[in-house]
């Protein structure tokens, strides 16, 4: 079992900045794909953005320029470092990791916040 634990969400002004970190505990031999996902109030939850264990990585649209995500293999961790937030960023931010053998694992998810 792989159990992913948000840390690093919070309060930021517009134009501002927040890092977010995701790390596996559990069976971490396992690890294949790890993200983060948001989900607005009264909205889907959507995918920010995802990185292979070889390091290709995905984005949405939204993101692209301003959030970067990066992993580290050996300690299994994701971190999301977010810039220029915009107040339609304000979501709760989930990490998702994706075994080998198909399994999803959520966290419990972490507010992010951006006033204008």
């Known amino acids: 079992q792989v159990q992913p634990v948000e840390s690093g969400g919070g309060l930021a002004q517009a134009g501002g900045s927040l890092r977010l970190s995701c790390a596996a505990s559990?069976?971490?031999?396992?690890?294949?794909?790890m993200g983060w996902y948001r989900q607005a109030p009264g909205k889907q939850r959507d995918l920010v953005a995802r990185?292979?264990?070889?390091?290709?990585?995905k984005y949405a649209d939204s993101v692209k320029g301003r959030f970067t995500i990066s992993r580290d293999n050996g300690k299994n961790t994701v971190d999301l470092e977010m810039n220029s937030l915009k107040p339609e960023d304000t979501a709760v931010y989930y990490c998702?990791?994706?075994?080998?053998?198909?399994?999803?694992?959520w966290g419990k998810g972490t507010q992010v916040t951006v006033s204008s």
């Open positions: 990185i292979t264990r070889g390091g290709n990585t």
């Open positions: 998702l990791i994706t075994s080998f053998n198909g399994m999803d694992y």
């Open positions: 559990g069976r971490i031999f396992s690890v294949d794909v």
